[in-house]
């Protein structure tokens, strides 16, 4: 059975989420933020930098969510959270799946932390978010999700981020965006996963 080291309010969620997906269960380790909102130290005896997700499985141990999700669809065998490989979709997908944590996390986090801090956010970070945001809905198209109405291995990934901004009220600007994560929170692996471990954003 797969281990998950999930810590409270991250993106551990989103390993929930695709195994409820698959109906796998795992053994789940949970650690609770700090007062700061920091990983404890606990997680650093799991992983060298404190991360979560982790999961084991075995002998293995891996970190990075992408990684992580790409991991399990294909030791369960699955191929309902991917395009078909070799299309066109399916390396659109990949560019996405990729894109959350290459270049979209970085630039949400310069609006995300001033505005978790009760802080304005800086005129440049709102408008590169925008312009990210702009880039998403593009993206989504006729939606609901990403590539139709079931949510593929980037939906998963990108639900974690779109959690925090709407927690911020960082979406008002954004219509598309914000019909988007409600059809995320329609997700039944969504609904098991926030069930089971509370939802992914700290709560107001």
């Known amino acids: 059975m797969i281990t998950l080291h999930a ?3 991250s993106r551990a969620t989103r390993v929930l989420w695709l195994l409820a997906d698959l109906g796998q269960p795992c053994h789940r380790v949970d650690y609770q933020r700090t007062e700061t909102f920091r990983a404890p130290e606990d997680l650093s005896k799991v992983h060298p930098l404190g991360k979560s997700p982790v999961i084991e499985d075995g002998d293995r141990m891996i970190a ?3 990684t992580i999700l790409r991991y399990l669809v294909e030791k369960f065998g699955d191929d309902t959270h991917t395009p078909p490989p070799g299309t066109v979709e399916f390396w659109r997908h990949e560019e996405l799946l990729d894109y959350v944590e290459a270049s979209f996390a970085e630039v949400a986090l310069q609006a995300i932390l ?3 801090r009760g802080k304005p ?4 970070a709102k ?3 925008d312009t990210h945001l ?3 809905a593009q993206e989504i198209g006729d939606g609901p999700l990403l590539f139709g109405d079931k949510a593929m291995l980037a939906d998963i990934q990108l639900s974690y981020i779109v959690a925090l901004l709407v927690r911020l009220d960082l979406l008002a600007e954004h219509t598309k965006v914000a019909a988007y994560w409600a059809a995320l929170r329609e997700q039944p692996g969504y609904i098991a996963a926030t069930e089971a471990a509370g939802p992914m954003a700290p709560p107001g």
């Open 7 to 9: 810590l409270q309010y």
């Open 64 to 66: 990075e969510s992408a």
């Open 114 to 116: 001033p505005a978790f």
């Open 121 to 124: 956010v800086p005129e440049a």
């Open 127 to 129: 408008a590169a978010l």
């Open 134 to 136: 702009a880039y998403i």
